[in-house]
C-alpha cells in the first residue's frame, strides 16, 4: 500500500529542538512524571494575556495549521482514486485479453462492438459459465479497442496532488515560522519582564533565596514555557483537526473497517499505561540515584585533598560503587521499560495493519470496496496514532509548562518594594548629618533584633560597627540604604526622614566598599566609571590614582581598557578592592559605607587599601565595618554587634570603661598574644 | 581518537551484542516481508478473487508482525542493557581514576570539570548509546534491505528511490550546516545571560546603591534580544525539516504510482508490487533520515566520550612505590632537604631550595604574603604534590618511600577551606578515625570548641550535615574540621590558616586548648595572623618561596625584614595599645608587656 509503515519513525524530526540538537535533551527517556501546577487555570489565563497580543498571528497560524492538515487528509483519499483507475484499466485489460482468447481464430471484433452487444451473440451455455462480477465487467466494456489505463484521469488527479502536497507543505512551513516569532517574543518579553522585576523587589526576597533559584526562572522556565508555545500550540490544533478529519474520511470508505481500526486504539492505551505506570516508578528511582551518585561525586572532588589526607580514597570508592549498582538497577529497568513504548506501539499498529489488509481485501473481493480504497485506509491509520499519542501526552505537557509558567508568573507577581513617598523630598547638597531615633529592626517580624538604637552622627564623623563573625553588622548598611525599611523609629539624614527621600536620591549619598567586591565582566575602566556614568577618562584615571589603583592597572596588559573575566579572578583580591576604593572615589559622595576585612591580601596591598580607604573617608560620614584597631580607636562611635543586636555603644575608651561584651572582645583580640610573645 | 579505546568496555557484552545483531536482523527481516504479503493478498486474493488467499496470508502476517515485535522487545532489553551496563563501568572506572589523582591533574583538569566529566558525560553517553544501539544497528540493515527488495520488485523504479533519498540527505545536510556553527553560538549566548542575570543578583546591594538599575536592564536586555535573534534564526530554519520531509514522501508515492502504472500497463508489474514498492521506498527513507541523524548525533555525543577517554588515559603522578618503606619511628619528625618545588610546565619554581626541620613537641609556624608559598609548602607533606628536586623526610625516611596511606596516617590535616561531607556532625569527626569511640569524638570536639555550638543543634552529634556543609557557618566549619583531625590523633598537626573564620576570642580558647592536646606532637601551623604564632617555637619566614629567615618571634623582629615589616602593619594594634597603656618611652617588647598587664 502506498503507506509508509515507519518502523521507529518516531524518531523522526517532529519536533526538532534545536537548543539542545537532535533529539539528545529528552532522548528515549520519556515517560517521566510531570510536574503539577497549583492553579492551572489562574496560570493559563496569565500566559494567554502575553499571547493577547499577537492573536492576529496565532489566528493565523491556526488558520495554516488546519489548512495545511485538511489539504494532508484529503491526498491519501485521491492517491487511493488513482490506484483505482489503475486497477480498474488493469483489470479490464485482463478481461478484454480473457474475451479476445476466447474469439474464434482470425476474428475480428468490429469497430463499435461493446461486450453487451458480444455477449447477445454467444450461446446462453457459454454465458452461464462466467462468473457474475466478470459479466458485469464485460457488459460495459468496449471491445472494439484494448481498454488501458486512464492515463489522462491519472495525470490530473496526480498534478492535483502535488499541488495540494505543495501546499500543504507550504502552509505548514508558513505556520511553523510564524510561530516561532511569537514564542520567541513571548519568551524575549517573560525574560524582559523579570529582569525588570528583579530591580522592584525587596532585598528580603533575595536574601531569602539562592542566586540559582531565580536564575532558573530567567532560563529553565523560561525555555519550557517557550518551547511549549513553539510546538504544543500548533500540535494540538494540527491532531485535534488531523483526529477528525481522518476520521470522518475513514467512515466514508467502510465503517466496518473504521471499527476495526479504532479497536486497536484501547489495546494501545491500556498497554501503555500499564507501561508508563510501571516506567514512571524506575525512572523516580533513577532519578534518585542519579541525585545521590553527582551529589557524591560532587563531594568527594570537591573534597578531594581532605579525602586523601584522610586516606578516604577506599571509602569513597566503596560508597560510589553502591550507589553506582542501585543506578544500574533502576536506568536499565527504567530504560527498557520506556522502551518499550515504541515496539509495543508498532506491534498494535501492524495488528491493526493486518486486520484491515485481511478484512479489507475480503471486503473487496465483495465488490464492497476498491483496493485504492484498502491503500487510502492504511495510510490514514498510520497517520492516526500519532497524533492520538499526541494527544494523550499534551496533558502532561500542558501540565509542566504550567508549572513552569507558575514559577515565572509567581516571581512577576511578588510583592514589590514599598512605594516611594507621595512627594519625596530632595536634599540639594547633603551635608551628611544622621541620626537615628528609636530605631528598632528585625528581619522577620517575630524577631526583632536592634531594640531601639538612639544616635546621633555629625557630619564628618566616624562609626565603627564591630562585633564578631556573623553579628549581623550588615543590617547597619541595609538600613541605611533602605535595602531594608526600619519597623519602627526613624532614621534621618541631616534632620530628613529616609523614607521620605525616593531610594535613588538616598543612596547617591553614600559610597560603598563592601569586602565582596562586585565587579562586572567589561573594562577595567567601564567598572571604575560604574559609580558616575557620564565620567571622562581623566576623572577616572584621577580617582584610580586616589584609590592607589592607577600604578598596577598601568602594569596590566591593555591598562584600563583591560577586560575583566567573567569570573573577574585576572585581577587579585587586593587589586579588586582598590578598584572598588576608585569607584567610591569617583562617585564622590558626602557619606561611605565601608568594609575593612581584607582577606587573602597580601601585607603591601593591604597597606595600600588601608591608605586609600583612609583618603576617601576624609571629610566624609562614614560607617565602617571595622577589623582594624586603630581605626576602631579613632572611631567617633563605635557600635557594638552580638547575634544581630547592638549590645553597647560608645567610644572605645567609654566602651572599656563599661567593661562588658567590648572590652572582652577587645581583650582576648589584642592583649593575650602580647603578652605569650613575650613570654 | 581516543574515543576508540572505550570500546573495550564492550568487551562484557560481547555476547549481548552479537545476540542484538541477530535480533534486529530478525526484527528488520520480518517489517520488510510484510509488505510482500500484502501485495501477496492484492494480487492473488482480491484480483485474483481468492479468500482463502486473504486469510492465509493474514494469518501469517500477523505471525510475522509477532516475532518482529519480539525481537524488538528483545533488542530494547539488551539495548538498556548494555548502555546503562557500559555506563556504570565507565561510571566506576573514571571515578576510581579521579580518586587516584594527585592534586596536579585536578589542577589540569579543573575539580568543575572533572565532576561534569563524572557526572554529565557519563549519562550522555548512557542516553546517546541507549538509542544509538536500538537506531544504528537497525537503520542500515532496514535501509539496505528495503533497497534491494525494493530494487527486485521492480528495478526500473529504482531511480525514484535514489532521487528521494539523495533530496533527503542533501536536505538535512545543507540544514545542519548551517544550523549546528548557530548552535554553538546559541550555547554562549544562553550563557551570557545567565553571565549577566547572575552579575545582577550578585550585585544587587552594588547596583542599587549606584543606581544604576536601567544600566543593568538594558545591559540584560541586549543579551536577550542577541539570544532572541538567533534563536528565532535556528527555529526558523529548523522549521522546514518537517513540511520538507513529508513533502519527499508524497512526491515519492506520487512518482511511484505514476511511473508504476505505466508499467502495469505494459504487463511487466503487478498492481501488489506497486505498492509493495511504494513501502520499501517509505522505508529506505526513514532509514536514511535515521542515518542521518545518527551521523549528526554521534559527532555531537563523542564530545563526552572524548572527554571521559582524556581521564581514563591520563596516569596519576603519584603512586606508591614498588617496594614501600615503613617508617621505624613513629615521632612525627619532619625535615626538609633542599626541597624545590615547580608546577609542571610553570617557568619559576613555586619554592626554592627549602630547609628547615619541624620537631616533636614544637610548633612551626610559617608566614608570608600571599603568594609566598605557604599553603604549597605544607601541601608538599601529604604528598599532595611531589617535590621537583630535593627531599622530605618523615621520620627519617623519603615520603616518596611510604605508601601514601601510611604516611597520612600520620597527619592531621586542616585544610583552609573547611571540607565536610554530607552526613552528620559525628561522621563528620569520624571521618578522621572511623574507629573512634562516642567518648572520643565528644572529646575532639570540646578540644575544637566545637561542643557548645553541637549541644545546640536539636540532635547534638547526630545533627545532619548537608553536602558540603552548607547548612553550618564558616566557623563552625573549620570547627569541626578541626575536630576530625583532632579525633584522628595523629603524629604530625598540619593547619593550613585554619583559623581565619575563627572570631577572636574561639581563636584565642581554641589554641589554649589545642596546645595541651599537641604535647609531644608536631605541629605545622600556616597563618595570616601574626597574633595566632606569636608564640610559636619556630617561625619560618617564606617570601617569594624561599625562606627568608627562621626563629622565634623576638628573633625575628630583631633580624628579619620581612617578618618586622608583616608585624608592623598587623600589630599597629599592639603599637596603639601600648599608647593607651601610657608606657610610650619604653622598649617595644617592654610595651607590650604592660600593655598585656594593663588590660
Known amino acids: 500500500m502506498s503507506t509508509a509503515r515507519p518502523n521507529s519513525a518516531p524518531i523522526a524530526p517532529q519536533n526538532p529542538r534545536p537548543a539542545m540538537g537532535m533529539g539528545m535533551g529528552r532522548g528515549p527517556m520519556m515517560g517521566g512524571p510531570a510536574e503539577k501546577p497549583k492553579n492551572f487555570k489562574g496560570t493559563m489565563r496569565t500566559l494567554v494575556k502575553y499571547l493577547r497580543p499577537f492573536r492576529l498571528s496565532i489566528t493565523a497560524v491556526l488558520i495554516f495549521a488546519i489548512a495545511s492538515t485538511m489539504f494532508a487528509i484529503v491526498s491519501p483519499k485521491i492517491l487511493g482514486n488513482v490506484t483505482n483507475k489503475i486497477v480498474s484499466g488493469y483489470v479490464d485489460g485482463k478481461v478484454y485479453d480473457q474475451v479476445v482468447s476466447k474469439l474464434p481464430r482470425g476474428m475480428q471484433l468490429p469497430p463499435g462492438m461493446t461486450g453487451a452487444k458480444l455477449l447477445k451473440l454467444m450461446p446462453p451455455s457459454d454465458i452461464q459459465r462466467i462468473p457474475a462480477k466478470e459479466l458485469e465487467t464485460i457488459k460495459s466494456l468496449d471491445l472494439s479497442k484494448r481498454p488501458t489505463i486512464d492515463f489522462g484521469g491519472i495525470g490530473g488527479l496526480a498534478m492535483l496532488l502535488v499541488g495540494l502536497y505543495l501546499l500543504s507543505a507550504l502552509f505548514s512551513y508558513l505556520q511553523g515560522w510564524i510561530m516561532s516569532g511569537v514564542s520567541q517574543k513571548v519568551t524575549f518579553n517573560l525574560r524582559r519582564d523579570i529582569s525588570l522585576k528583579i530591580s522592584l523587589l525587596p532585598l528580603r526576597y533575595f536574601d531569602n533565596r539562592t542566586h540559582g533559584e531565580v536564575l532558573s526562572r530567567v532560563t529553565n522556565d523560561v525555555d519550557t514555557v517557550s518551547q511549549t508555545l513553539n510546538q504544543s500550540l500548533s500540535q494540538i490544533v494540527t491532531s485535534v483537526t488531523t483526529i477528525i478529519g481522518i476520521l470522518i474520511i475513514m467512515l466514508t470508505i467502510s465503517w466496518q473497517m473504521t471499527v476495526v481500526a479504532l479497536l486497536v486504539l484501547p489495546v494501545s492505551i491500556v498497554l501503555i499505561k500499564l507501561i508508563v505506570g510501571r516506567s514512571q516508578g524506575y525512572f523516580v528511582q533513577q532519578q534518585v540515584s542519579l541525585g545521590k551518585i553527582n551529589g557524591h561525586v560532587e563531594e568527594m572532588l570537591s573534597g578531594h585533598t581532605v579525602m586523601k589526607a584522610f586516606n578516604g580514597e577506599q571509602r569513597s570508592v566503596a560508597a560510589f560503587r553502591s550507589i553506582n549498582t542501585e543506578l544500574y538497577g533502576s536506568a536499565w529497568r527504567s530504560q527498557f521499560l520506556s522502551g518499550l513504548m515504541m515496539p509495543i506501539m508498532q506491534f498494535v499498529g501492524n495488528l491493526g495493519y493486518v486486520a484491515v489488509a485481511v478484512l479489507g481485501g475480503w471486503l473487496a473481493v465483495n465488490g464492497k470496496i ?97 562585633g564578631p563573625t556573623g553579628a549581623g553588622k550588615t543590617t547597619i548598611v541595609n538600613l541605611l540604604m533602605r535595602f531594608y525599611d526600619v519597623s519602627e523609629g526613624s532614621i534621618r539624614v541631616d534632620g530628613v526622614d529616609i523614607r521620605d527621600m525616593r531610594r535613588s536620591d538616598l543612596r547617591r549619598l553614600f559610597g560603598m566598599v563592601l569586602q565582596d567586591t562586585w565587579l562586572f565582566n567589561g573594562t577595567i575602566e567601564d567598572n571604575i566609571a560604574y559609580g558616575k556614568s557620564k565620567a571622562t577618562h581623566k576623572e577616572v584615571v584621577k580617582a584610580a590614582e586616589a584609590a592607589h589603583a592607577d600604578h598596577f592597572i598601568h602594569a596590566l596588559p591593555g591598562g584600563y581598557k583591560m577586560e575583566l573575566n567573567e569570573e573577574a579572578d585576572n585581577v587579585s583580591q587586593g587589586e579588586k578592592q582598590l578598584i572598588t576604593i576608585a569607584r567610591a572615589m569617583l562617585a564622590d559622595t558626602p557619606m561611605l559605607i565601608l568594609d575593612e576585612a581584607t582577606s587573602s591580601v597580601d601585607t603591601r596591598t593591604e597597606t595600600l587599601i588601608q591608605s586609600a580607604m583612609e583618603r576617601l573617608m576624609k571629610g566624609r560620614t562614614s560607617f565602617v565595618i571595622a577589623h582594624r584597631l586603630s581605626t576602631i580607636r579613632n572611631a567617633d562611635l563605635i557600635l557594638v554587634m552580638q547575634d544581630g543586636n547592638i549590645v553597647e555603644q560608645g567610644t572605645h575608651d567609654q566602651l572599656l570603661g563599661q567593661n562588658g561584651f567590648y572590652a572582652s572582645l577587645y581583650n582576648s583580640q589584642f592583649a593575650e598574644p602580647l603578652v605569650a610573645g613575650v613570654a | 581518537m581516543k574515543t576508540l579505546k572505550l570500546l573495550k568496555y564492550f568487551a562484557p557484552y560481547k555476547w549481548f551484542l552479537i545476540l542484538m545483531l541477530i535480533l534486529t536482523y ?80 585536578f589542577n589540569t583538569f579543573s575539580t568543575a570539570s572533572l565532576i561534569t566529566r563524572c557526572t554529565n558525560d557519563i549519562q ?254 605544607v601541601n608538599l607533606i601529604p604528598r599532595f604534590y611531589d617535590v621537583t628536586d630535593g627531599t622530605i623526610l618523615v621520620d627519617e625516611v623519603n615520603v616518596r618511600d611510604m605508601r601514601q596511606e601510611d604516611l597520612r596516617a600520620r597527619i592531621g590535616y586542616v585544610s583552609q577551606k573547611a571540607v565536610l561531607f554530607s552526613g552528620n556532625v559525628e561522621d563528620n569527626i569520624k571521618y578522621g578515625d572511623p574507629k573512634a569511640t562516642r567518648d572520643e569524638v565528644s572529646h575532639a570536639a570540646e578540644i575544637a570548641q566545637a561542643s557548645d555550638f553541637i549541644g545546640q543543634l536539636e540532635d547534638g552529634l547526630e545533627s545532619p550535615i548537608s553536602q558540603g556543609g552548607a547548612n553550618v557557618s564558616g566557623g563552625q566549619k573549620q570547627r569541626l574540621a578541626i575536630a576530625r583531625a583532632l579525633a584522628k590523633k595523629p603524629e604530625i598537626y598540619i593547619f593550613d590558616d585554619s583559623f581565619s573564620s575563627l572570631d577572636f576570642k574561639t581563636d584565642a580558647n581554641l589554641r589554649k586548648a589545642l596546645e595541651k592536646e599537641t604535647k609531644g606532637k608536631t605541629v605545622l601551623i600556616v597563618a595570616q595572623r601574626i597574633s595566632t604564632i606569636i608564640q610559636a617555637e619556630k617561625i619560618v619566614v617564606l617570601e617569594a618561596g624561599s625562606i627568608v629567615g627562621q626563629g622565634t618571634h623576638s628573633e625575628l623582629l630583631r633580624t628579619c625584614a620581612v617578618y618586622r615589616e608583616i608585624a608592623s602593619s598587623q600589630l599597629s594594634e599592639a603599637e596603639l595599645a601600648r599608647a593607651l597603656s601610657e608606657t610610650d618611652d619604653q622598649a617595644y617588647q617592654g610595651g607590650q608587656l604592660s600593655t598585656g598587664e594593663a588590660l
Open chain 1, 370 to 466: 476498491n483496493i485504492g480504497d484498502i491503500q487510502a485506509f492504511i495510510q490514514y491509520m498510520n497517520q492516526f496514532t500519532q497524533p492520538i499519542a499526541q494527544t494523550a501526552n499534551i496533558a502532561n505537557v500542558l501540565q509542566s509548562t504550567a508549572a513552569a509558567a507558575e514559577r515565572v508568573f509567581e516571581f512577576l507577581a511578588e510583592e514589590e518594594e514599598v512605594a516611594e513617598a507621595a512627594q519625596p523630598v530632595a536634599l540639594g547638597k547633603a551635608r551628611g548629618g544622621v541620626e537615628f531615633e528609636n530605631v528598632v529592626f528585625g528581619y522577620s517580624p517575630e524577631k526583632t533584633i536592634i531594640k531601639g538604637l538612639n544616635a546621633s552622627i555629625r557630619p564628618g564623623q566616624r562609626v565603627a560597627i564591630v
Open chain 2, 26 to 105: 530478525g526484527q528488520t527481516t520480518a517489517t520488510l516481508a510484510l509488505p510482500d504479503y500484502m501485495a501477496r493478498i492484492i494480487n492473488q486474493g482480491i484480483v485474483g478473487q481468492d479468500s482463502n488467499v486473504i486469510f492465509s496470508n493474514g494469518l501469517i502476517m500477523l505471525l510475522i508482525a509477532l516475532f518482529g515485535g519480539a525481537c524488538m522487545v528483545g533488542v530494547g532489553y539488551l539495548a538498556s542493557k548494555v548502555a546503562t551496563g557500559f555506563a556504570m563501568r565507565l561510571r566506576d572506572e573514571i571515578f576510581t581514576k579521579v580518586e587516584s589523582f594527585s592534586l596536579l591533574e
Open chain 2, 124 to 377: 550522555q553517553i548512557q542516553t546517546v548509546l541507549g538509542m544509538l544501539l536500538r537506531l544504528a544497528l537497525m537503520a542500515p540493515f532496514m535501509g539496505v534491505g528495503a533497497i534491494i527488495k525494493a530494487y527486485q520488485l521492480a528495478p526500473s523504479m529504482a531511480w525514484i528511490m535514489a532521487i528521494a533519498i539523495g533530496t533527503l540527505i542533501l536536505i538535512i545536510a545543507t540544514l545542519f550546516i548551517t544550523a549546528i556553527p548557530k548552535f554553538t553560538q546559541l550555547q554562549k549566548l544562553v550563557d551570557r545571560l545567565n553571565l549577566v542575570t547572575r552579575e545582577i543578583l550578585t550585585g544587587l546591594r552594588v547596583i542599587r546603591a549606584f543606581n544604576t538599575e536601567s544600566y543593568e536592564e538594558a545591559k540584560f536586555k541586549n543579551a536577550n534580544q542577541d539570544l532572541t535573534d538567533v534563536n528565532l534564526f535556528v527555529n526558523r530554519l529548523m522549521v522546514i525539516m518537517q513540511p520538507a520531509m513529508m513533502l519527499i514522501l508524497n512526491l515519492t508515492s506520487i512518482a511511484v504510482v505514476w511511473v508504476g502504472a505505466q508499467q502495469i500497463n505494459m504487463g511487466s508489474l503487478q498492481i501488489g508490487d506497486m505498492l509493495a514498492f511504494m513501502q520499501y521506498a517509505m522505508q529506505a527513507i526513514f532509514a536514511f533520515l535515521m542515518i542521518s541523524i545518527i551521523f549528526i548525533m554521534v559527532p555531537r555525543a563523542s564530545v563526552s566520550a572524548e572527554r571521559v577517554a582524556e581521564v581514563l588515559d591520563t596516569e596519576a603522578t603519584i603512586k606508591d612505590p614498588k617496594r614501600p618503606i615503613k617508617a621505624p619511628l613513629n615521632k612525627g619528625l619532619v625535615e626538609f632537604k633542599d626541597v624545590t618545588f615547580g608546577y609542571a610546565g610553570a617557568e619559576e619554581p613555586v619554592l626554592h631550595h627549602l630547609n628547615f626541620t619541624a620537631v616533636p613537641g614544637e610548633t612551626t609556624a610559617f608566614v608570608g604574603s600571599t603568594g609566598s608559598g605557604k599553603s604549597t609548602l
